[in-house]
């Protein structure tokens, strides 16, 4: 409520003329006035209306003032509201005492002076006024102080929380320092050690505060000392992060290589108040470096020696192929060759008898040794890259070959396959095992002296597996073991095709003969359907 806001004052009369007359002497007063023709009427506006003052005649019809006066006292809401009693009959000092036991503050007698009214009522609405105003102020006050108390609090309650958390923290880096594999320290701005962890005395054996300042030099290495206390004061000169490796030496007398790294603390104006820093125990990785080192040599060395290897297995590769394209020379002179001059000889003596017929006799001969060299065109053919191969698959080729060897070799040969619908594999792996396979046939009919060997092909538990065995002499330890003295161009290519694939091969001594076994992922070796289908379509 503001200094100039109007306030309610009542006026109960059952008599009109009354009220008008009070209107009249209380209308300067420029507050707001309102009128009550009998008691319940001044009730029903009490009840709805914040009333400063009620102006009230004692005597009125069914409640009079002292009555109405009595009930509106006893509501807390108008315990302090002041209440003027106007009477023309009830004037003794009696009366008046009634008055004033009924709450009133005070008694007019009529006839009523104006400005007496008027000054009576302004006292006590002012007097409202700014009771409202310190009722205002007062429940202002009370926010404002509820506020900052609760601001306080909270507050108080955050910087309980701060400090637990401090504390806490303090805790943890007490942990830290004490539980660390590092020696940590730190340094004033001038460079002398103010603090140093309990690590560096476990280590050193030093006594207890005899590291600090400058007493952690008697424990470095002496050819390390001078060199790490020119890096240390070159870099509190500087500013510089500061990085050193030295020997320290340790509570046995031994010395181990530590590195220290430090980081300067600055204050606002950029200049440096304190340096932290640890140092970290690296001899095993300095022993480590220098094991690197020599294995380093070692394997250059190692690379020496396999590069030799790789030479001289260059050489034999190239003397087995030299040896290779003679067999070849030698099939083709002693067997295509042979077999083309007598067919030369016989056409030759055919033009030189000079008849009409030639006779039936030799026109057979010259077609059958022509046969005969067009086959084993055809048989060398096949035998360095069968067209089976890559038309039917690895089946087929494999069962023309298989057959093809006992024909020329006499070795009694078998090859069992499981399942019997076996898939298609992918075309190099499909070349990788007939390869494997021929080479080891080739090996069984070179050296085994063998005179039955079975081939067993199976899909089983992810695996393509491949089993050669024979019944001849078998091999060697070495080669069994695969070492790289040991064994020719042939197997090592066995090998090589395995691993290729993911697979391995080995060798082993069946007694009698000798078992070649190949593993492929299954997976891996599987021809995609799509691709064939493709491939399909294509064609």
């Known amino acids: 409520m503001g200094t100039n806001e109007q306030v309610n004052i009542l006026m ?19 507050e707001n006035l309102i009128k009550a023709n009998s008691a319940k009427e001044a009730l029903e506006i009490l009840l709805k209306t914040d009333v400063a003052v009620v102006l009230m005649d004692v005597s009125m019809p069914e409640l009079d003032g002292f009555q109405l006066a009595a009930m509106i006292r006893q509501h807390p809401r108008f315990q302090r509201t002041a209440i003027i009693f106007v009477s023309a009959v009830h004037l003794t000092d009696l009366d008046q005492l009634k008055g004033y036991e009924h709450g009133a503050v005070d ?5 009523v002076v104006p400005e007496l009214l008027r000054a009576k009522v302004r006292v006590f609405a002012d007097l409202h006024r700014k009771t409202r105003q310190l009722e205002t102020l007062n429940r202002d006050l009370e926010r404002r102080v509820l506020e900052r108390t609760e601001e306080l609090a909270r507050k108080a309650e955050l910087l309980l929380q701060l400090n637990m958390e401090l504390v806490g923290k303090n805790q943890e880096m007490d942990a830290l320092i004490h539980t660390a594999p590092d020696i940590i320290f730190s340094r004033r701005a001038e460079g002398s050690r103010d603090y140093i962890s309990d690590r560096f005395y476990d280590f050193t054996g030093a006594p207890e505060g005899s590291a600090t300042g400058f007493g952690w030099l008697d424990y470095v290495h002496p050819d390390d000392k001078q060199k790490a206390m020119d890096d ?21 007398g031994t010395h181990r290589w530590f590195r220290a790294r430090a980081v300067p603390i600055r204050d606002t104006e950029g200049a440096i108040v304190k340096w932290y820093g640890t140092c970290s125990d690296i001899h095993d990785s300095k022993l480590l470096e220098q094991s690197i080192r020599d294995s380093a040599a070692e394997l250059e060395k190692m690379v020496d020696r396999r590069t030799d290897e790789l030479r001289r297995l260059s050489i034999r590769l190239m003397t087995m192929q030299d040896q290779e394209r003679r067999r070849i020379a ?3 002179h002693d067997g295509l060759g042979q077999e083309l001059a007598v067919a030369k000889m016989v056409l030759d003596r055919m033009l030189m008898q000079k008849t009409d017929r030639f006779p039936e006799e030799a026109w057979s001969q010259a077609s059958n040794i022509i046969d005969r060299a067009i086959q084993q065109v055809r048989t060398m053919s096949h035998l360095l890259h069968p067209p089976l191969l890559d038309e039917v698959g690895l089946l087929s080729a494999l069962s023309w070959y298989v057959e093809g060897l006992t024909k020329r070799s006499g070795i009694e040969t078998s090859l069992d396959v499981q399942p019997a619908e076996f898939p298609r594999l992918s075309s190099e792996v499909e070349t990788a095992v007939f390869r494997i396979v021929q080479e080891a046939l080739t090996n069984v009919f070179r050296h085994a002296g063998a005179h039955k060997v079975g081939i067993n092909l199976t899909q089983k538990n992810g695996l393509i597996v491949v089993a050669v065995r024979d019944d001849g002499k078998g091999i060697g330890q070495k080669i069994v073991n695969l070492e790289p003295d040991s064994v020719g ?3 090592g290519g066995m090998k090589q095709r ?8 080995r060798l082993i001594n069946a007694n009698p003969g000798t078992l070649v076994e190949l593993t492929i992922p299954y997976g891996s070796s599987l ?11 294509a064609n």
């Open 489 to 491: 161009v042939g197997i």
């Open 232 to 252: 240390w004061m070159r870099c509190v000169e500087s500013g510089a992060n500061y990085e050193a490796e030295y020997r320290l030496r340790s509570s046995d």
């Open 330 to 332: 030698r099939d083709l």
């Open 527 to 537: 021809r995609e359907t799509s691709s064939v289908l493709d491939g399909c379509s």
């Open 12 to 30: 109960v009369d059952d008599q009109p003329a009354k009220l008008l007359s009070y209107e009249v002497m209380l209308g300067g007063l420029g």
């Open 498 to 505: 395995a691993k290729e694939f993911g697979g391995e091969l």
């Open 107 to 111: 008694y007019i007698s009529v006839p």
